[in-house]
């Protein structure tokens, strides 16, 4: 007999305004049942309206930023300004992300196409490595060949910079929190922000001392605070495309949280994954009591209700079973490497 019930219920969460969870449950008449559900985050997402406004300042200020560096002789100014550009490039990429992110899904894409903020995160870096490359080659070439730098243009153009970069910053600050793909273009603009503050502080040195080395110095700080800033992008991104254990997530922690449940006989074959930055599914079997499957909703309700409320799980798949099939780990054999009886 098959019964389907669909249940709507409202939970809050801090930094969450609300959220929804849909319940669809399968009854059956065999030793196992498959309870699935989802929280979906219900809030004003801006995310793009304010990459838009980002994208926007990030072509306006560049383009100052390459006249002042040539007429300035500065090539710190000019590597900030390629910089930005390649941030304009960034954003707009992380636009297109957040766009085709919002696509529900497909018989083809069950999951949506929520991971093209993962995509667009590693593109991302690609291009900031391009960028950093630029700008050593630059700085190479003027240590070779150090020529004076008019130090009140380059203060001038750098303010113009710190404002534009800080308000970008600004802007994408409340997003970056819960999207990785946001927080690839946030710590863009931070970089920036930082790097213009460097040129600053360059033209105020080069007034008073002509250091013209020091251009070219600074530079490569740039293209360091670049790089490390890639690494994490680039670790982060993989580990999702990876389908590892969300950051933060303790396995053996929820295992024992779940056989606390009264119910709970036993806990195995566990996954968790990151669907998007956004969203963290889990599955796992659940050992019960023989009983009718109708029963074990209530317990499913109860594992739901703590695995989103205590872990941040919205997606959870729970398989209960009324007897430990394979060799009850907590990792699933297949995963392991360990061949399944009549597979």
Not at 46 to 66: E, K, V
Not at 263 to 287: K, L, P, Q, R
Request: hydrophobic share 45%.
């Amino acid at each position: 007999m098959n019964k389907n019930t669909d249940t709507h219920l409202d939970n809050h969460m801090e930094h969450l305004s609300a959220t929804q969870m849909h319940q669809h449950n399968d009854e059956t008449t065999d030793s196992h049942a498959h309870s699935h559900s989802h929280h979906h985050v219900n809030i004003q997402d801006t995310s793009g309206s304010r990459l838009l406004i980002t994208l926007g300042l990030n072509l306006i200020i560049p383009i100052a930023q390459i006249i002042g560096g040539i007429l300035a002789n500065s090539v710190a100014l000019i590597s900030d300004a390629t910089h930005n550009f390649s941030d304009s490039g960034a954003i707009l990429i992380s636009y297109i992300a957040f766009r085709i992110g919002r696509k529900g899904a497909t018989v083809q894409n069950t999951f949506g196409y929520r991971r093209a903020e993962i995509l667009a995160a590693q593109i991302n870096v690609v291009m900031l490595i391009g960028a950093a490359a630029f700008i050593v080659f630059e700085a190479v070439q003027r240590f070779q060949n150090p020529q004076p730098v008019i130090g009140r243009l380059v203060m001038g153009l750098a303010a113009v910079g710190i404002a534009g970069n800080g308000l970008s910053a600004w802007l994408l600050h409340r997003d970056s929190k819960h999207s990785l793909n946001v927080r690839g273009a946030f710590l863009h603009m931070i970089g920036d922000l930082l790097t213009s503050v460097v040129v600053f502080i360059n033209g105020v040195v080069l007034i008073f001392q002509p250091w013209y080395w020091l251009d070219p110095v600074l530079s490569i700080l740039i293209v360091l605070f670049i790089l490390k800033n890639c690494l994490g992008i680039l670790k982060e991104s993989g580990l999702v495309l990876m389908n590892a254990t969300p950051r933060g997530l303790d396995l053996e922690q929820i295992r024992n949280q779940l056989l606390k449940l009264p119910d709970v006989v036993g806990i195995h074959y566990m996954h968790a994954w990151n669907v998007s930055s956004t969203s963290v599914a889990f599955s796992c079997h659940i050992e019960v009591a023989d009983q009718p499957v109708s029963r074990t909703e209530e317990i499913g309700e109860k594992i739901r209700h703590d695995l989103f409320h205590n872990f941040g799980i919205d997606h959870p798949v729970l398989q209960f079973e009324t007897a430990q099939c394979g060799n009850g780990s907590m990792l699933c054999e297949i995963s392991c490497g360990i061949p399944i009886k009549g597979l």
